[in-house]
């Protein structure tokens, strides 16, 4: 079997990412953009949804002084890079916190608590940070 033949047979999963947790002050943020940039790098069908505190991930002007943590919200926009082009966010998040989509740093699809659930609901695999 040749190398192209066995890169077709490769299995590509749907992995979805949930983050709902605010940016700074614990890992999770971090650590789920490190494991997300790590499946799109094995070329899987990579979704990332930000829900509860989480939306708080993509808000513009992020300050991290205060909190001694290196702002990592700019490697959000490289994603694209990645060929992680599925970004949704919770609009009862967003309302509950104020947001618009002009508040934040990257384009998403803002869903409503149905459409998030079909949409899990198509995934293989879901983690939750």
Excluded: C, H, W
């Amino acid at each position: 079997m040749s190398e192209e033949e066995m890169m077709d047979d490769e299995v590509v999963k749907k992995f979805m990412f949930v983050n709902r947790r605010a940016p700074y002050g614990s890992i999770y943020a971090l650590e789920s953009l490190e494991v997300v940039l790590i499946a799109a790098a094995f070329d899987q069908d990579v979704s990332l949804v930000f829900s509860d505190d989480g939306v708080f991930q993509l808000k513009k002007g992020q300050e991290t002084e205060g909190v001694g943590m290196k702002n990592f919200s700019p490697t959000y926009r490289a994603l694209e890079m990645y060929d992680v082009e599925k970004l949704y966010v919770s609009k009862a998040s967003m309302d509950e916190r104020g947001l618009t989509k002009d508040d934040l740093i990257v384009d998403v699809e803002v869903l409503g608590d149905e459409a998030l659930a079909d949409l899990m609901d198509d995934q293989d695999v879901i983690f939750s940070f």
